[in-house]
């Protein structure tokens, strides 16, 4: 496949996946609420979009997911980004952003980092480890916010506690199970052997 022709097909998988991850977001699709969580799914399209076509447009996705994140945090926050959003608005911004901002970067690293191992393993690797990237990160800066803006209660520790240990590891083993063959899936359609 010619440049040309690469870069066209990387712009429209760009956008599907854009249109995918807003979509997601804005429906039960990619943000399942649990009250005073939301477990997320919508690293998949980061991981599928930074493993097929690299980097810079993994960043792109991410900067779409922390959009999809902010605008969801507005609209229905769930209980524990509604109490700190009362307290710093610019700290849910950081919240929402930073972390869907590293799972590209980690994803790609830990992807190059196993490209000499079995191709399927490094895909469900670095899926898995972006997922928990944003799940560490994004509870980690919650925690932090919340101490800061000194919220501190056994019910918030509990609550990010249960989702780091209940949601944090189910959406990396979706991520895991997922990526990967979509990844293959889209590299032999389009005839691309690497990310």
């Known amino acids: 496949m010619n440049t040309r022709n690469g870069n066209l097909v990387n712009l429209v998988t760009l956008a599907l996946l854009m249109a995918l991850i807003f979509l997601m977001g804005q429906t039960p699709l990619g943000l399942i609420p ?3 969580c939301n477990v997320t799914l919508l690293v ?3 991981a599928v979009g930074t493993l097929f076509m690299g980097l810079k ?3 792109l996705l991410g900067l779409t997911f922390g959009a999809t994140s902010f605008v969801s945090a507005l609209l229905r926050p769930s209980t524990l980004v ?3 959003m009362g307290a710093s608005l610019p700290m849910v911004i950081v919240m929402t952003f930073l972390p869907r ?3 590209p970067v980690v994803i790609h690293f830990v992807h190059k980092t196993m490209a000499h191992k079995l191709e399927k393993t490094g895909l469900a690797v670095a899926a898995a480890c972006g997922s928990l990237t944003n799940t560490i990160l994004y509870l980690g ?3 932090i916010f919340y101490m800061i803006c000194g919220i501190d209660n056994t019910a918030v520790l509990t609550a990010i506690g ?5 949601a944090g590891p189910l959406e990396a083993v979706a991520a895991a199970l997922i990526t990967p063959p979509i990844v293959l ?3 032999k359609a389009m005839h691309k052997k690497t990310a």
């Not at 249960?162 to 209940?166: F, L, R, W």
């Open 34 to 36: 649990l009250g005073f």
């Open 162 to 166: 249960a989702t780091a240990g209940g």
């Open 57 to 59: 447009y993994g960043v």
């Open 101 to 103: 901002l590293m799972v």
């Open 185 to 187: 899936a889209l590299r």
């Open 44 to 46: 998949i399209p980061v």
């Open 82 to 84: 509604g109490t700190l």
């Open 141 to 143: 800066l919650m925690l």
